[in-house]
């Protein structure tokens, strides 16, 4: 069993999530690119572009700024990770924080991407948790 498949049997146990098809990921993913502006010298997230921008020390605070942020929870959220083999799923923000620890276990560097309410979390390699609103 692969790490994602670890992921998406967690995330059930949490809630609905779904698996998108290789189509699917990839309008997600053009979706993203048009709306988050990236870092020219690193595969990552300009937060520096991003005006409303917040560094998340532990998981439970991203829920805590949402709500200040008077955010929709219950929209759905895409996940998807820096590894392009992956396709992404589509599942709800509570879901993600209750199995984070599997969800950023697929890969380097995992992305949370809710279109809805026009934010980003990043949780880069390097220890980084970022949320962003666009």
């Not at 929709?72 to 709800?92: C, G, K, M, Q």
């Not at 995992?110 to 026009?118: D, G, N, Q, V």
């Amino acid at each position: 069993m692969t790490l994602f498949d670890e992921c998406i049997e967690v995330l059930k146990k949490e809630g609905e999530v779904t698996i998108l098809s290789e189509e699917e990921t990839k309008e997600i993913i053009n979706e993203f690119e048009k709306n988050i502006p990236p870092d020219s010298l690193v595969t990552r997230v300009d937060f520096s572009q991003i005006s409303r921008k917040t560094e998340i020390e532990e998981d439970e605070d991203m829920l805590k700024e949402l709500y200040k942020n008077h955010v929709n929870v219950h929209e759905p959220v895409y996940v998807f990770w820096n590894d392009a083999d992956l396709p992404a799923i589509r599942t709800s923000i509570k879901n993600v924080i209750h199995a984070i620890e599997d969800v950023i276990a697929v890969s380097f560097d995992t992305y949370i991407f809710c279109p809805k309410e026009r934010y980003i979390v990043e949780y880069y390699h390097e220890g980084e948790t970022c949320l962003g609103f666009y």
